[in-house]
T-cell receptor
Framework: GDSVTQMEGPVTLSEEAFLTINCTYT??????LFWYVQYPGEGLQLLLK?????DKGSNKGFEATYRKETTSFHLEKGSVQVSDSAVYFC??????????????FGKGTKLSVIP | EAGVAQSPRYKIIEKRQSVAFWCNPI?????LYWYQQILGQGPKLLIQ????????DSQLPKDRFSAERLKGVDSTLKIQPAKLEDSAVYLC???????????????FGPGTRLLVL
């Protein structure tokens, strides 16, 4: 079935370091792809999304490119800040078979940025 | 625009007690979701509503969990009786009706943190 595989954490980086969090997917067709972020003690927030192949989603300095040939949607940021410390989830919509589309989430990657 | 509201934010109960969570989705969002997020894991869908009808409740433990969405707006999720393994964050999310082949962005509330002792 449709699924996402996300790199395991935790990831600890120094401030201003480069960040990559890998996400690969298995899907029928070409669904939209999402990255969500969960800050400590909060719910999930949409970080960025891409709706078709070769699209690049971007927000708050984060970017991810929808790559059909490698079935990947890796999250990158050139210079992380302490405030980026959070858990990041890759997500993929799939047809539930019950009449609607739902999201399946990766297991999450915890990022800690130290000053 | 107001986001998804949930209450309470925190709840501590003893096992075998009952508990209820409330969610108010974003205005105009027909689809509402309840998720369970156990510490260190991604959210797991419990139930999905479209308007006031259930679309999918295949992962809802129906012997103890129930949910309703009256008038297609607010929703409540109830656990009765609670077990230790129900300790988790319960997230409510809402979206427009998902488009075929694409899905829709889901907007999440802050969650209710439940601890069962």
């Amino acid at each position: 079935g449709d699924s996402v595989t996300q790199m395991e954490g935790p990831v600890t980086l120094s401030e201003e370091a480069f960040l990559t969090i890998n996400c690969t997917y298995t899907a029928t067709g070409y669904p939209s792809l999402f990255w969500y972020v969960q800050y400590p003690g909060e719910g999930l927030q949409l970080l960025l999304k891409a709706t078709k192949a070769d699209d690049k989603g971007s927000n708050k300095g984060f970017e991810a490119t929808y790559r059909k040939e490698t079935t990947s949607f890796h999250l990158e940021k050139g210079s992380v800040q302490v405030s980026d410390s959070a858990v990041y989830f890759c997500a993929l919509p799939f047809y539930s078979g019950a009449g609607s589309y739902q999201l399946t989430f990766g297991k999450g990657t915890k990022l800690s940025v130290i000053p | 625009e107001a986001g998804v509201a949930q209450s309470p934010r925190y709840k501590i109960i003893e096992k075998r007690q009952s508990v209820a969570f409330w969610c108010n989705p974003i205005s105009g969002h027909a689809t509402l979701y309840w998720y369970q997020q156990i510490l260190g894991q991604g959210p797991k869908l419990l139930i999905q509503f479209q308007n006031n009808g259930v679309v999918d409740d295949s992962q809802l433990p129906k012997d103890r969990f129930s949910a309703e969405r009256l008038k297609g707006v607010d929703s409540t999720l109830k656990i009765q009786p609670a077990k230790l393994e129900d300790s988790a964050v319960y997230l409510c999310a809402s979206s427009l009706v998902p488009r075929r082949g694409r899905g829709e962005t889901q907007y999440f509330g802050p969650g209710t943190r439940l601890l069962v002792l």
